[in-house]
């Protein structure tokens, strides 16, 4: 079975300073992953996503993400955080038609 | 309205109440999902459809009766819930259920259970 590990539940940071998000994934066949970001009082919206091709993924919002096959990650960056980027991230996986999402990580950006 | 809307955005029923959630998604999808969310738990799927064809029931219990009568509108209809199924319920829709689809998530009903 499919599963997904965000292994940080809270990330507090100052702005302007780097964050990494660490997200990894089990699975014995191919999948697509997304990171997805839920504002408060929103719904979730997409950030990224990996097909195939090239493993660094750049999305909106200055976030990247890169996917690493033989440590079975997707870890979320970004140079130079804002408050406007404190809310809730989520990793998923879709190795066939629907998504496994981990269980969110709350970054919290500090002026 | 644009993108994927939900209402009400709060709900509190009582353990007998009959209540129903309503979504609407104005981006011209064909499928369309309720998700549960709870805290410090990853979202659950609960029900999947597409092109108004249930395709995905994730062992969800028979209080939640979902009813989709088009591919623009999702309904979820809740009886007699219990207070552990107080969450945010969330709708999503995307062009397709292929894996590889971009889902697009409205803001989702708080239910409480009372």
């Known amino acids: 079975a499919q599963s997904v590990t965000q292994l940080d539940s809270q990330v507090p940071v100052f702005e302007e300073a780097p964050v990494e998000l660490r997200c990894n994934y089990s699975?014995?066949?191919?999948?697509?992953l997304f990171w997805y970001v839920q504002y408060p009082n929103q719904g979730l919206q997409l950030l990224l996503k990996?097909?195939?091709?090239?493993?660094l993924v750049k999305g909106i919002n200055g976030f990247e993400a890169e996917f690493n096959k033989s440590q079975t990650s997707f870890h979320l960056r970004k140079p130079s955080v804002h408050i406007s980027d404190t809310a809730e991230y989520f990793c998923a996986v879709s190795p066939t038609d629907k998504l496994i999402f981990g269980t969110g990580t709350r970054l919290q950006v500090f002026p | 309205e644009t993108g994927v809307t939900q209402t009400p955005r709060h709900l509190v029923m009582g353990m007998t109440n009959k209540k129903s959630l309503k979504c609407e998604q104005h981006l011209g999808h064909n499928a369309m999902y309720w998700y549960k969310q709870s805290a410090k738990k990853p979202l659950e799927l609960m029900f999947v459809?597409?092109?108004?064809?249930?395709?995905e029931n994730n062992s969800v219990p028979s209080r939640f009766s979902p009813e989709c009568p088009n591919s623009s509108h999702l309904f979820l209809h809740l009886h007699t819930l219990q207070p552990e199924d107080s969450a945010l319920y969330l709708c999503a829709s995307s062009q397709a259920s292929g894996g590889a689809t971009e889902q697009y998530f409205g803001p989702g009903t708080r239910l409480t259970v009372t």
């Open positions: 990996y097909l195939s091709g090239s493993t």
């Open positions: 459809y597409n092109f108004k064809e249930q395709t």
């Open positions: 699975s014995s066949v191919s999948v697509y």
